[in-house]
């Protein structure tokens, strides 16, 4: 097995993109619907989100759909509901259809409650006067 070099990193394909049968909700027969993996700068913008929840407190509005919103692909791997009308559409749909694609995609991403503590014991603590 070939040592890691910088070549060799950059040219991994580890966000491959996955299809998800829709077909159990009605209405979403014969659909499928393309999930991608975040990047990790992405990743890391939604844990800033959530990590600024108190403990205890609920996640933010539409937490699941956001997810979706940058992680739905056309078959061109294009983004197709990051905005935030894109945001509303999905919250719109059947909540058991937006669960199960969220459960995939935050498994995709590794988006769990241990990923996000461990994000936020790395974060550094904000500067005294920022605001």
Avoid at 20 to 36: A, H, I
Avoid at 67 to 90: H, M, N, T, W, Y
Wanted: with cysteine; net charge negative.
């Amino acid at each position: 097995m070939p040592v890691l070099s910088s070549e060799t990193f950059k040219a991994i394909d580890d966000r491959r993109t996955v299809e998800v049968d829709m077909s159990q909700f009605e209405g979403w027969e014969g659909v499928t619907v393309r999930l991608k993996p975040m990047s990790g700068t992405l990743r890391a913008e939604i844990e800033r989100e959530w990590i600024k929840i108190p403990p205890g407190e609920k996640l933010m509005v539409n937490h699941k759909e956001q997810v979706l919103a940058r992680c739905i692909v056309d078959a061109d791997d294009k983004v197709q509901f990051d905005s935030p009308e894109g945001v509303l559409s999905l919250a719109a749909m059947n909540g058991a259809a937006i669960d199960h694609l969220y459960t995939v995609a935050a498994k995709q991403n590794g988006l769990n409650n241990k990923a996000v503590e461990d994000a936020a014991k790395n974060s550094p603590a904000p500067s005294e006067g920022a605001s």
